[in-house]
């Protein structure tokens, strides 16, 4: 009888199987060892499989027990990731497989035994290219993976709202860094699309030093979506994420909202140096362990802290306030996914030629005042804004 183990050795994507050794005799093969895949009640069931050489009988040894949409998905910014769903939420994702399986061992799913083997299943779940990673996409939708979002399109009266805010709360040049920070987010919000599409495209930390600007951090909170995206995507921070590689590198993957550090001390910018260095260059080194890994970091940051950037590496433009406090409390207002979206479905093109964020800020407002003429002096406070921050350079 002869073997050869490299002519049906493979996937098998009808039985939903990857032949791990296989017996070919008089032209046909058999295989004796697969890494198989089946629908069970509670999910998608991972088998190891070995069968005899004579007769069909079967030794099947459960290996995992995996939510039944799983994919292996194909994100335009961040590349390949196994991706789980339950319910049309992604409840796992890694761009590493072991990884992946270790974060979909919580009940009901388990990865029962950890054979090497396991890998084989790779070939077999189903490939799909989407997005992902949290943020604006480029026909102008938010995707938003975790399901937190409200993405509702509320044109330009939340700005309206915090204009009117700002120019009761602050004076002078801290009315303008105020403002400019607004600006800022809607253009971090959507930066990352040019980014992978312009090379270079020159970014910045936006460095608030003063206690004047800490009320800001509420608005910008909620024009990202408030406590449930800061919950889930990390949206704002107070204070340090945590020392833990790991934590950092969760941060970064699959996210490119826009992030702000809060309560910033020289503690706490210690432990986020990494994020404040990596910021702009668009590639952080977070260390896993005893190995440092890279990881692609397209969130915009913005900084408000107790002390200036005296020690901290990174591209920051520093604006320094006068104000001790806001002069009045800030307001509620709704997230700007919505609006920013639409922005970019009706401007793409005119938004993708800039090269900085304070050029893309200037295209966003000229785009804000094509949208909307009457709000002709919101239009010239945010041009004021920006050239009142860019002296700071």
């Known amino acids: 009888m002869h073997v050869r183990e490299d002519t049906c050795v493979g996937p098998d994507p009808q039985r939903r199987e990857y032949c791990l050794r296989c017996e070919v005799s008089g032209g046909s093969g058999m295989c004796l060892e697969a890494i198989r895949l089946r629908d069970a009640e509670g999910g998608l069931l991972v088998e190891h499989v070995r069968r005899a050489r004579r007769g069909a009988e079967e030794v099947v040894t459960e290996l995992a027990l995996l939510p039944r949409e799983v994919y292996v998905v194909e994100d335009p910014y961040f590349g ?32 029962y035994r950890f054979k090497r083997q396991i890998v084989a299943i790779r070939s077999l779940l189903p490939y799909v290219e989407k ?26 009266e939340p700005l309206k709202t915090i204009y009117k805010w700002v120019k009761s709360a602050y004076s002078g040049r801290d009315a303008k860094l105020a403002w400019f920070n607004v600006a800022a987010i809607v253009a971090e919000l959507v930066a990352p699309l040019i980014k992978v ?8 930390v ?10 800001v951090v509420r608005v ?3 024009m990202l979506g408030g406590e449930p995206a800061r919950e889930a995507y990390g949206t704002v921070i107070y204070g340090a994420p945590a020392k833990a590689g790991r934590l950092l590198k969760r941060l970064l993957t699959l ?16 432990i986020n140096a990494e994020l404040l260095r990596s910021a702009p260059v668009g590639v952080a080194e977070v260390r896993i362990g005893r190995r ?26 520093e604006l320094k306030w006068d104000a001790t406090t806001a002069q009045t409390p800030p307001p509620v207002v709704k997230p700007i ?57």
């Open 80 to 111: 390949t990731y196994f991706v789980a769903y339950e319910g049309g939420r992604l409840i796992a994702a890694s761009d590493d497989l072991r990884e992946f399986l270790n974060a979909v061992h919580r009940w009901p799913y388990y990865v």
């Open 131 to 156: 997005t992902i990673s949290a943020g604006l996409t480029e026909d102008g939708a938010v995707a938003d993976p975790l399901g937190v979002l409200d993405t509702a399109d509320y044109g330009i």
């Open 197 to 204: 599409k312009r090379k270079p495209f020159f970014d910045y």
């Open 206 to 215: 936006i460095y608030n030093y003063g206690e004047g600007a800490a009320a």
């Open 220 to 222: 910008l909170e909620q």
């Open 255 to 270: 996210n490119r909202l826009p992030l702000v550090l809060a309560k910033q001390t020289k503690k706490t910018l210690k």
């Open 292 to 317: 440092y890994e890279k990881v692609k970091n397209l969130r915009g940051t913005l900084v408000f802290a107790a002390v200036p950037p005296k020690d901290v590496d990174c591209n920051c433009i």
């Open 337 to 393: 996914y919505g609006f920013a979206a639409r922005l970019w479905r009706r401007y793409g093109g005119e938004l993708a030629e800039s090269n900085s964020l304070f050029e893309l800020v200037k295209k966003l407002t000229a785009a804000v005042a094509q949208e909307y003429p009457e709000a002709e002096e919101i239009v010239n406070f945010t041009m004021q804004a920006t050239e009142e921050a860019l002296s700071y350079m």
